[in-house]
């Protein structure tokens, strides 16, 4: 889960991490409320899990709180994109802070590299912009430390960091005060990503963490009790929603052809065989070892209801799964459900034929059997490109 920059700054706050003092507002008042109350000078922050807010507009200054209502009811309701995520998100808070007097940015993070098994703190002092492009046009400004986990972050880590990224004299000291604190509460909070850009050095010498994007694990859940109050006030796409409640493990992605199969390596296959075939599945959709009918009807609803779905491919290898009691299911879905698109079926292994004879038997014209996987990948490929599998 992404946490919004509040959010990520409220659990940075607790690590004793300086953050700048703010409000959240979803309303123009509430906003001009919040700045009232700050005085001064004040920053209006639009909050989604986007990068590039500056640019696109989501951050204005406002000298006063009549100021602070007017740059939040211009940022309310905008819609902010970039370039990973062209269909943006609306904006429904803004963070209202107190502002500072920014001398430098800085950029600092840490995160998990799977293929070191470390965890990987990267430091830099060209901040407010990308790491990968600071990366790309100059890799010397970049200080990289790993940390194994075991042993933990040590100030040797801090000095490498805060030295090799050559941060002004004056930040130095409180630079590499914050930097275990972070290391901390990207521990603790199991967080695949904690990341300050831009960590500023403020007129009067202070370092404060003026950004916040906090990544946390979902599979660590279960140990963090706040974890469902900071999901809380995240949207979950309907069609998760409901595929979630139904117990299916099931992840959206872009494409067009819907997938269902049974076992993670089974899926996995799957949409690479999609992919070999030159189409773009549109989602991973695990119906697990043993699914019955009522579970395949739920799957095939649940990729049905994205109109992006042009053709579905259920490949299914049985094993404990039984080919008759899937077979069962995609009949029952396709007597409950008005199915649009075409549903192309791969039956193998425990009581293939007879699943196979019982599709047979009930002909429905958006039903089509196909024999072996890659036969049923381009057939389901040709039919979502509007061409006769
Ligand atoms: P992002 O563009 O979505 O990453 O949003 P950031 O929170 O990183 O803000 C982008 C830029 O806005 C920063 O690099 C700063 O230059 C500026 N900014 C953000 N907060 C403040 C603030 O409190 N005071 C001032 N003067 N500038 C700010
Ligand atoms: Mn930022």
Redesign the pocket.
């Given at each position: 889960m992404d946490l919004f920059e509040y959010q990520g700054k409220e659990l940075l706050r607790k690590f004793e991490i300086p953050v700048?003092e703010g409000r959240v507002a979803t309303t123009p008042d509430e906003a001009a409320e919040a700045a009232k109350g700050l005085g001064g000078r004040v920053?209006v922050?639009a909050q989604v899990q986007i990068?590039?807010?500056?640019?696109a507009g989501g951050?204005k200054?406002a000298e006063s709180p009549e100021e602070a209502r007017e740059a939040a009811d211009k940022i309310i309701g905008m819609t902010i994109s970039n370039e990973q995520d062209p269909k943006g998100q609306l904006v429904k808070r803004v963070l209202v802070?107190r502002?500072?007097d920014?001398r430098e940015?800085y950029y600092v993070s840490f995160a998990i590299d799977r293929s070191a098994r470390k965890f990987v703190g990267i430091m830099s002092a060209q901040g407010?912009m990308s790491i990968e492009e600071v990366a790309e046009k100059d890799p010397t400004a970049v200080a990289k430390v790993h940390v194994d986990p075991l042993l933990g972050f040590s100030d040797y880590h801090a000095r490498k960091l805060v030295y090799g990224a050559k941060l002004d004299p004056e930040a130095r000291k409180e630079a590499i005060a914050i930097l275990p604190k972070l290391y901390r509460a990207f521990v603790e909070l199991d967080a695949s990503l904690v990341e300050v850009?831009?960590l500023v050095l403020m007129g009067e010498g202070r370092v404060v963490a003026?950004?916040a994007k906090v990544s946390l694990d979902d599979s660590a859940a279960y140990r963090h009790p706040n974890f469902d109050e900071l999901k809380s006030v995240h949207e979950v796409p309907e069609q998760e929603r409901f595929a979630k409640e139904r117990g299916l493990n099931f992840i959206k992605l872009d494409g067009d052809v819907g997938i269902i199969g049974n076992g993670a390596g089974l899926v996995m296959s799957t949409l690479d065989v999609v992919k070999a075939a030159g189409g773009e599945p549109a989602n991973f959709l695990d119906v697990g070892g043993g699914a019955g009918a009522e579970l395949l009807s739920s799957a095939l609803e649940v990729i049905t209801s994205n109109a992006e779905v042009k053709s579905v491919l259920v490949n299914i290898f049985g094993g404990i799964t039984r080919c008759d009691l899937v077979a069962e299911g995609i009949i029952d879905a396709l007597g409950r459900l008005d199915v649009q698109v075409p549903i192309v079926v791969r039956l193998d292994g425990t009581n293939a034929e007879q699943g196979r004879k019982m599709l047979a038997d009930a002909p429905h014209p958006k039903l089509i059997p196909a024999d072996t996987m890659l036969g049923a990948a381009e057939k389901a490929v040709a039919l979502a490109h509007g061409k006769e599998g």
């Open positions: 700048p920053v922050k990068g590039g807010r500056g640019k951050i200054l802070e502002a500072g920014i940015e407010g850009n831009p003026l950004d």
